[in-house]
């Protein structure tokens, strides 16, 4: 592993930890439905970015669900944050039509 690599991980490790920290701190402040679906999706992007390093370094394996030859962590875990993100502006964009 380069230096390029290392700065890559930890980079995408501190700067994930950051932001989902941030979340959380807005969770414990907020119960609006729309933030709470933001919060959710940071912090399932951070552990899609963990799952990513564990699975480069090789330690996913053993008992793992598949559909085909794609582990279901794999096909989940990136787009779960986008499903939330789209539930969260929907339900902002139903509370603006809503309002008018």
Same mark, same amino acid.
């Given at each position: /592993?380069?230096?390029?690599?290392?700065?890559?991980?930890?980079?995408?490790? *501190?700067?994930?930890?950051?932001?989902?920290?941030?979340? $959380?701190?807005?969770?414990?402040?907020?119960?609006? *439905?729309?933030? /709470?679906?933001?919060?959710?999706? &940071?912090?399932?992007?951070?552990?899609? &970015?963990?799952?990513? $390093? +564990?699975?480069? %370094?090789? +330690? &996913?394996?053993?008992?793992?669900?598949? $559909?085909?030859?794609?582990?279901?962590?794999?096909? +989940?875990?990136?787009?779960?944050? &986008?499903? +939330?993100? $789209?539930?969260? %502006?929907? *339900?902002?964009?139903?509370?603006?039509?809503?309002?008018?």
């Amino acid at each position: /592993m380069d230096v390029g690599e290392v700065t890559l991980i930890s980079s995408r490790l *501190v700067l994930g930890a950051a932001a989902s920290f941030l979340a $959380i701190v807005l969770w414990s402040k907020t119960r609006d *439905v729309a933030w /709470m679906l933001i919060v959710v999706a &940071t912090i399932a992007s951070y552990a899609d &970015t963990v799952y990513a $390093i +564990l699975e480069r %370094f090789g +330690l &996913t394996g053993g008992l793992r669900l598949s $559909i085909g030859s794609v582990p279901v962590a794999s096909l +989940l875990l990136p787009n779960l944050p &986008t499903v +939330l993100f $789209i539930a969260a %502006f929907s *339900v902002m964009v139903a509370r603006k039509s809503r309002s008018r």
